[in-house]
């Protein structure tokens, strides 16, 4: 079954002269077989790690997102529009993730919102699945409990394992090789329930020039992207920040100075409490502010259609002052009532 896989290993792997990188097309015939589970496991990962050590093109990020698209639309399709895809696969390190918070205002304000996730279990990460489960709010497994939750609360997450096992296995194949693969690029790229926006946040330099170019080819409505805290889609306020959007056919971008000149971080106190704290009003916290605030302003300047760094400020403050202080604390409570 893996002998028409084995041209792509031999494409990736005759040395410094004999290899090239994959056209678009046979990234994406590679990734079709990977998804049929058509290829032996020694295969599996050296076409990855290949990949890995010169890190993937435009085209090979095209190929395998094309593949996987395709491959979810064989699934049922949600009933109900979604406004925003909000991947998120890297975790934070040295603070809370409040992009969680810029998600859930952005939510309750109407635009209907995703989340996906995974979890690598064993790292000194905080992921946003893990903190979704500790806050006791609703983690959906199914379309119909996405559809519910979308259509309910205008917010859902859902677990990368219950858009497809196979792409989570992908995933945890960080756990045999030691790195992690291309495949992190694809879950941010896929867009799985086919929302008219999509934010995606990345670590390394020139990954957020590969997805506006990667998005640009696959005829994408409208993404942003850029280099968040942890490779988070969250803007770092002590940073300055360059925000990409490929939208209406054409890309642009935007540099944003960074909102507090001291640094304000709490790595050392990563209690989950500071979250709903903040949310509630009960208390402002000193990092999560800014961080929260410059979030809610960089998709709400993609959905909205607004350019400069002061309006979409003042989008960010018109959501989060409208938000419904005791929102989080029904969602929650809304889960263990259904669940008694």
């Known amino acids: 079954m893996s002998n028409a896989f084995t041209q792509y290993v031999k494409i990736l792997g005759r040395g410094k002269k004999g290899s090239r990188t994959l056209t678009a097309a046979e990234a994406e015939h590679a990734m079709s077989l ?19 050590i010169r890190e993937e093109t435009v085209e090979e990020t095209v190929g395998f997102t094309e593949a996987t698209r395709q491959f979810l639309a064989k699934k ?6 979604v406004d925003l895809d909000w991947p998120s696969y890297a975790g934070k390190r040295n603070e809370l993730p409040w992009f969680l918070l810029a998600a859930l205002a952005l939510a309750n304000s109407g635009i209907k919102t995703v989340m996906h996730g995974h979890v690598f279990k064993g790292e000194e990460r905080i992921f946003v699945e893990e903190v979704i489960r500790s806050l006791g709010l609703p983690i959906c497994h199914s379309r119909a409990e996405i559809e519910q939750r979308v259509q309910q609360s205008g917010f859902a997450y859902v677990p990368l394992e219950d858009i497809d096992p196979v792409l989570s296995n992908m995933m945890d194949l960080k756990y045999t090789l030691g790195l992690r693969s291309p495949v992190n690029t694809v879950v941010r790229m896929m867009n799985p329930f086919e929302a008219t926006h999509s934010v995606h946040g990345v670590f390394h330099s020139g990954y957020d020039i590969l997805h506006v170019s990667a998005s640009e080819q696959l005829n994408d409505a409208s993404v942003l992207v850029f280099r968040g805290g942890n490779g988070e889609a969250e803007v770092n306020p002590e940073r300055d920040v360059t925000l990409w959007k490929w939208q209406h056919g054409h890309a642009s971008w935007t540099s944003w100075v960074k909102a507090e000149k001291e640094h304000k971080r709490l790595k050392h106190n990563l209690d989950f409490s500071r979250l709903t704290d903040h949310w509630s009003g009960l208390q402002i916290d000193p990092f999560g502010e800014q961080a929260v605030r410059q979030t809610i302003a960089s998709v709400a300047g993609l959905v909205y259609g607004v350019a400069s760094h002061e309006e979409c400020l003042a989008l960010a403050d018109d959501i989060w002052s409208k938000r419904d202080k005791k929102w989080v604390a029904e969602l929650a409570s809304d889960l263990s009532l259904a669940s008694a």
Do not use: D, T
């Not at 049922?76 to 529009?81: A, D, G």
């Open 34 to 52: 990977l998804l049929a589970g058509q290829v032996e496991p020694e295969q599996y990962g050296a076409f990855w790690m290949l990949i890995r």
């Open 76 to 81: 049922q399709e949600l009933k109900v529009k």
